[in-house]
């Protein structure tokens, strides 16, 4: 193991046996509806176990933290006492999923001595546990104990990294628990198939100054990695990237008084429950911005995909003020938010993000976008932001610049997190927003910082650039695991499409794999309150009509209900915003017809129908699709034909005259 990726694994550390007294007991903490019980036990080690529908899920399971000084929290127990709550609120949710959703849940703390304590809360759709301590003076921890040993041999959906150092962009394997090595850690979250327990997400939440988990196979199981605190640093050439050197022999320093990030599983008796399970966005910190009217979500123009590809342009198309210009008038034309101004604005070679490159003229930019409503975004990494962060928010706040898209953080120790942190506190104290691409995935950090609108941590339509995957099979299975995290900054929108013979790989002029449609209906699927149109100004005004319907669709939604869905096969989702209904759906290279069921919509009223769908003939010409317009009800059930690889995106705008005599 070399240096970049040295860890502390929880397997090579054994639990001791603790005193025994009176503190060995054993706790039950149900979920409201009776459906999950967790039973936590401090007999020696602290342990838990999850039933759900009288089924075990997860077995006796080990949990605690190991502190550089000796102490074990989590191994003999001291104290044993309990303070028990039930928490039914409303949550406010701000760019996220859903406005709003109730947070339902049963909750049970156990005082494990006069300074720690470890909280568990159980949801009809999950549970989850963290660690308290009141310790009067700073704490090294040397390791945390994680273990996940489910109850059975169970199927996994994984995302296999290649270290503890890495971008977060992994296709996903299906494999059995037996067959795992620890050589490629599984990035969170993890999908578990638990047969008659349900389906089941391993995630985590509200990570502030403390690493991420990754997860390898125990003695009974899985158990939490977690990388540790690097200890030298040195920027790589190309673009003053920050890469580990070497690291302490310890994965946090912390205060003594906090809490620890919470450790959750989040179930589902159905495929299609995944993608709107909450419980990462409610475990979140709440909101530390306040008033976050300022933070626009929308669509941005982006050129790097697309390799500044314009034609038919009176100039050389590439990184200057001409070619901007050009984005920035289709983004008016078309009526998006933004134009991202990515790698090459300033020379990445030197890393100063106070110097636009010659070509550029950025103030002339920013004036000239504000005259078209267009707001611009500026790539950065983010530690050459991190290194003059003041400065930059400063200066960039005052030119008229809406904000930063923030790349290669590439790794979840400490300080990583610790940075994230930091950028998020500089950029929201000068209302710029943030698109944090290279970077883990979300942990309920856009709860807290909701001008946060986007994260990558997936394995987005930029890998079509360089390498010849299955995509559409991974578009109808992040949903289900990834998304909920939280959004994606997938970057969707190719207009060069390809059937699953005719992908070639090709930088310059990339294309996509499936249908046009397909690429559609990723703008409804997909949470992404920032979205890219990934593709050349050019290519989309040749198809004004396909491009003006991607234009109308919004990127928040008031809510979400996913109608069907089968991981790795397809998925149909259905969102509100305000009285109006869009529905989008995806298939893998299998073709499909689903009866989509629109009995959600408000009976009594009828709604104008505007419908996407593959052509007859997009097997074999995928950039073909037919527009169709008709009316509908609650009553309607359509009937629509998915080609391979392809996918419909639907509007259902209602006749306002008949809403206004409806009860809704």
Known sequence: MNLFCKFISVAAICLLAGCSGPSDQTFQLASPDGTLVVEISTNNILTYTVTRHGVPLLGRSAIGLHFADGYKLGTGVRSGKTQRRHIERTITAPFYRQAEFTECCNELRIELDDSCAVLFRAYDEGCAYRFETAFAAEKIIQNEIAEFNFADSVNLTAALSDGLCNAYQY????????????????????????????????????????????????????????????????????????KVATRHDYIARVQGTRSYPWRILAVADEDRELPVNNLVYLLGAENRIGDCSWVRPGKSAWEWWNDWGLTDVPFKPGINTLTYKAYIDF?????????????????????????????????????????KGVGLLLWVVGNVLDARLDEACDYYSELGIKGFKVDFID?????????????????????????????????????????????????????????NPDMPSYDVTFPFIRMAQGPVDYTPGAFHNATRDG???????????????????????????????CDSPSNYRKDDICTRFIASLPTVYDQTEVL?????????????????????????????????????????CQYEAILMTDAPDADSIPEKYMLSRRTANSQTRLNIAMAPGGGFALKLIPNPEQLKNTNR
């Open 564 to 604: 069907s869905g089968r991981m790795g096969e397809h998925i149909v989702t259905a969102r509100r915003d305000a009285e109006t209904w869009y529905v989008g759906g995806l298939t893998d290279w299998e073709p499909r017809e689903l009866e989509i069921d629109l009995s959600f919509l408000t009976p009594g």
């Open 171 to 242: 296709p996903y394997t299906s494999c059995r628990l037996d067959t795992l090595t620890d050589e490629r850690p599984i990035i969170l979250p993890l999908a578990v198939d638990c047969g008659s327990a349900g389906q089941v997400l391993v995630c985590e939440s509200d990570l502030e100054s403390y690493p991420g988990m990754f997860l390898v196979p125990g003695n009974d199981g899985l158990c939490g990695l977690f990388a540790a605190v690097p200890d030298s640093c040195y920027l790589h050439a190309h673009r003053c990237q920050e």
């Open 331 to 371: 983004a008016a034309d078309y009526g998006l938010e933004y134009v991202i101004l990515d790698e090459g604005w300033y020379d990445p070679g030197k890393g100063d993000v106070m110097q636009a490159v010659p070509e550029i003229d950025l103030p002339e930019l920013v004036r000239y976008a504000e005259s």
């Open 411 to 467: 790794r979840d120790d400490q300080l990583a997190v610790d940075r994230v942190y930091r950028l998020a506190e500089a950029a929201a104290a000068r209302h710029l927003m943030l698109d944090i691409h290279g970077v883990y995935k979300p942990t309920g950090l856009n709860r807290t910082y909701p001008h946060i609108v986007n994260f990558e941590g997936v394995y987005g339509l930029e890998e079509l650039k360089w390498s």
């Open 503 to 533: 992908f070639r790989i090709d930088y310059n002029r990339p294309m996509s794999q499936g249908t046009r449609a397909h690429q559609v209906a990723t703008y409804l699927v997909f949470d992404a309150p920032l979205s890219m149109l």
